[in-house]
Every structure is written in C-alpha cells, then in structure tokens.
C-alpha cells in the first residue's frame, strides 16, 4: 500500500487559516498536512543594543495567536505542533519522523528570516521538496508594475502607479483534510516563562486591550466595520491617542499574520458596496498600501534599511548618549507629550500612529541619537513590531529614508492640535509631572 504523501507547513508570521498560501496548496496538493510553529530563542535575546529582540507584550500576543491558530487548525483536522526551538534544529527531525515529502512556508526577505530560511533548507533532508511563497502583500510581487529594483523612492508614485495597474487578488481559503489527518500526540505548551518573561497584567488604560489571533482579528473588523460603522469615520479620527475606536487597530494581528491585507481590502470593497463608501473608506486600503511600500523598498534596498546612513546613504552626526536614551525610554525628556507617549509604549506595548511619529522625531532629530537604538526599542516593545514599517519610518523621521522633505516634528505644537485639552498627557503622567 502507498504511503499518503505528507507536507509539512511552517508558520511564522503568518498566523492564520484563512488566506494563508503556504497552507491553502499544502491542503491541494498534499494528501496529510501538519503543521509546526518554532518560538526561536533568538527572538529572546538581547539585541547589540542591549534590548530583548521580542518583550512581553508581542511575545503574550504571539501566544495568544499561535494557540488560536491550533484550534483553527483542528477545524480543518490539522494538527499543529509547537517547540521552543531554532528552526534549523528542530525541523529536520519532524521533517524524518513524519516522513515528509515537503515543506510549505512563507517566502522572506530581510536577512535574519532569510538566513533562518536558507539553514533550514540546507538541513533538512533533500529529498523534501520546498515550497515558498510571498504571503504578506496587499499586491503581490508578481502584479507590480515594475521591477523591485525600478520600486519608487517616492511612496505618491509607487501609490498611483499600483493603483493603476495591479491588482487584488482573492482571498484563499483551504480544503479540509479527512478526520485521520489530526495526530494524536502530546504536544507542547509554549507559556511567557518558556520565553523566560514573567506572566503580566495590562494597564486598563490600554488603547489595545485586544488579544492575539485569527478570529480576535476577524471579530475586530466586524465590529470596527459593520457593527460600530467607525470605518466610515476613520479619516477624522485616526490621528486619536485614546481608546480603542480612533483607528482601526489591525495593525498588531497584520504584523503576525492573523489576518491578511487583502482580507482587509476586500471587507472594504464590500463595506463600500453595502454601507458607504467615502474619503475614510479609501484612507484605509491608503494606509495597507503605504504598509507594502515599506515591504517593497525594504525588498529593494536590503541590509540598508538597518545601517545608520539608511538607504539615502546619508551621514549625520547621531549620539548613542546612554542618559539620553534612557530618559526618552522612562518619559522623563523636557516634552511632556513624548513622556506620556513612551509611558503608555512601556506600559501596554502600543502607541498611536501620531504618538510613533513625535517620539521619533524628538529622539532623532531634537535629541540625534542613533535612531538605530529608538528603532531596536520599538522592534523589543511593540504588540505591531513589523520589520519592513518600523524601520522604514524610523529612516523615514530620522532623514535617511524615503522622506524627501527631511521633516522635524514640533512637539509642542503638535500636543496643542492633538492634544489641546491635555487629556492624554494627563492620562499617562503623574500629576507632579505634568
């Protein structure tokens, strides 16, 4: 009798059943389908920095997201299993003790995931047959306009011109395999002691108190679409600072993979088909194409995205002032609004798209610091951390990246138009301070 042939699909970061390519042609073309998630410990050490590469906010929320993406995984009697090890060492193993005849994950493109990518291919058994592909874009590389080397280093004319010639495509969703496929094994529990991090509460102040996965993030765009209809608003209010319903909030489950641009895009069309469609409506799929403009210029410029000149090569006299970091990272600058900012990042792990943008510039451009040590600080801290977006607006703020215009925030000013009655600042700083 001929044994079933076996894929393995390896998740990263993308963390969901629907929409997912490397498990939608595993599901096609194979007859069993397991599934494995790798908790690295690299992602928990100490970066050159001197900050862990992943806290205790994202890693709760990978958590969260992993474990619901096993009981979605059952829904399609597909077992996923769980280790707290390199991927290169713990794969080739599971890969022989299942016989695998493939492995299926998602294609990537900065150094770390491909370094990470090309060990394991070079050791797993080679006569397992390897499947990547790009899973992360709201237009896919193939779709573009333009070769990745010809991708504008103006984000307007990458937009207009995507806009105009590429498209969408439909979202994926995979076949459900026979009952016999779900492997009754012991399988591991991953908690935030196995990472080495201590168990938390969050602050009840957090403008995210949502928790980690596919079906949180697809409970969050019901709600924020068609429940609430807050997307129609979105343009006026996504530049808030408190509260769970100034913006949209995706941008933690899109970073893992809970869900996909273009699950998000296609809700819009049909938002705007059955509710409304307005200047709000488009700001939204504006904001997932500014998302695949950090991942295409980061695909275009490579390891220049994490060098201190940035992809303009240009030089600046940066400090790396262990006491000014520092007082930028506990809220104890001269700029009230950045304090309260950089509690709230140390407190819940979020900050606001506004809150991003004044902290940066008041690090790089008030303080010049290295803005490589603010970019590591929030790559440890943030529930959203995203290669591609983080470093490219930290490049961005600081005058090496795609900004033509070398802007400087004034934080004063901006606290006074998106803060004017002082309730933010007051929210997250002790009264004696502020």
Same mark, same amino acid.
């Given at each position: 009798?001929?044994?079933?042939?076996?894929?393995?699909?390896?998740?990263?970061?993308?963390?969901?059943?629907?929409?997912?390519?490397?498990?939608?042609?595993?599901?096609?073309?194979?007859?069993?389908?397991?599934?494995?998630?790798?908790?690295?410990?690299?992602?928990?050490?100490?970066?050159?920095?001197?900050?862990?590469? +992943?806290?205790?906010?994202?890693?709760?929320? +990978? #958590?969260?997201?992993?474990?619901?993406?096993?009981?979605?995984?059952?829904? !399609?009697?597909?077992?996923?299993? !769980?280790?707290?090890?390199?991927?290169?060492?713990?794969?080739?193993?599971?890969? !022989?003790?299942?016989?695998?005849?493939?492995?299926?994950?998602?294609?990537?493109?900065?150094?770390?995931?491909?370094?990470? #990518?090309?060990?394991?291919?070079?050791?797993?058994?080679?006569?397992?047959?390897?499947?990547?592909?790009?899973?992360?874009?709201?237009?896919?590389?193939?779709?573009?306009?333009? &070769?990745?080397?010809? +991708?504008?280093?103006?984000?307007?004319?990458?937009?207009?011109?995507?806009?105009?010639?590429?498209?969408?495509?439909?979202v994926l969703s995979p076949v459900k395999k026979s009952e016999d496929n779900l492997l009754d094994e012991q399988n591991e529990t991953i908690t935030l002691k196995t990472l080495g991090l201590s168990n938390f509460i969050i602050s009840t102040k957090t403008a995210f108190p949502f928790k980690g996965g596919e079906n949180s993030a697809l409970k969050r765009l019901q709600e924020y679409f068609f429940k609430s209809e807050n997307l129609s608003f979105y343009k006026k209010t996504r530049n808030g600072?408190?509260?769970?319903?100034?913006?949209?909030?995706?941008?933690?489950?899109?970073?893992?993979?809970?869900?996909?641009? &273009?699950?998000?895009?296609?809700?819009?069309?049909?938002?705007?088909?059955?509710?409304?469609?307005?200047?709000?409506?488009?700001?939204? #799929?504006?904001?997932?194409?500014?998302?695949?403009?950090?991942?295409?210029?980061?695909?275009?410029?490579?390891?220049? !995205?994490?060098?201190?000149?940035? #992809?303009?090569?240009?030089?600046?006299?940066?400090?790396? +002032?262990?006491?000014?970091?520092?007082?930028?990272?506990?809220?104890?600058?001269?700029?009230?609004?950045?304090?309260?900012?950089?509690?709230?990042?140390?407190?819940?792990?979020?900050?606001?798209?506004?809150?991003?943008?004044?902290?940066?510039?008041?690090?790089?451009?008030?303080?010049?610091?290295?803005?490589?040590?603010?970019?590591?600080?929030?790559?440890?801290?943030?529930?959203?951390?995203?290669?591609?977006?983080?470093?490219?607006?930290?490049?961005?703020?600081?005058?090496?990246?795609?900004?033509?215009?070398?802007?400087?925030?004034?934080?004063?000013?901006?606290?006074?138009?998106?803060?004017?009655?002082?309730?933010?600042?007051?929210t997250w700083l002790q009264p004696m301070l502020f």
């Open positions: 009798m001929q044994k079933s042939k076996t894929a393995i699909v390896w998740f990263t970061n993308n963390l969901r059943v629907n929409d997912n390519k490397a498990l939608y042609e595993a599901c096609e073309k194979y007859e069993r389908v397991i599934g494995v998630y790798c908790f690295n410990p690299n992602l928990h050490e100490k970066t050159q920095f001197g900050f862990k590469k +992943t806290e205790k906010f994202r890693a709760k929320f +990978t #958590i969260e997201s992993v474990e619901e993406l096993r009981e979605n995984l059952k829904t !399609l009697n597909i077992s996923l299993f !769980l280790c707290y090890e390199h991927p290169q060492l713990f794969l080739p193993k599971f890969c !022989l003790k299942h016989n695998a005849d493939a492995l299926f994950f998602q294609k990537e493109f900065t150094s770390e995931e491909t370094t990470e #990518i090309n060990d394991v291919k070079k050791s797993i058994p080679e006569n397992i047959e390897v499947f990547e592909f790009y899973d992360q874009f709201l237009f896919d590389p193939s779709d573009l306009p333009f &070769k990745i080397p010809q +991708t504008p280093q103006i984000f307007t004319e990458f937009r207009k011109k995507v806009e105009k010639y590429s498209k969408v495509n439909n600072l408190l509260g769970t319903e100034y913006s949209s909030k995706f941008s933690p489950w899109l970073a893992n993979g809970c869900i996909s641009a &273009k699950t998000i895009y296609w809700k819009v069309k049909e938002y705007e088909k059955d509710i409304k469609k307005n200047d709000s409506t488009y700001w939204l #799929i504006f904001e997932l194409i500014w998302r695949d403009y950090f991942k295409y210029i980061s695909m275009k410029h490579g390891n220049d !995205l994490f060098k201190l000149e940035g #992809i303009r090569q240009t030089n600046y006299e940066w400090k790396s +002032t262990q006491t000014l970091v520092q007082k930028w990272i506990n809220g104890e600058t001269n700029e009230p609004f950045v304090n309260a900012n950089m509690i709230e990042l140390k407190e819940t792990g979020w900050m606001s798209n506004r809150g991003r943008q004044n902290v940066a510039s008041y690090f790089a451009k008030e303080l010049l610091l290295d803005w490589r040590i603010g970019a590591a600080y929030f790559e440890s801290m943030l529930l959203d951390y995203d290669v591609h977006s983080n470093y490219g607006n930290w490049q961005y703020v600081a005058g090496v990246g795609n900004d033509p215009r070398n802007r400087k925030f004034n934080v004063k000013l901006q606290a006074e138009r998106y803060d004017s009655n002082g309730k933010f600042q007051r």
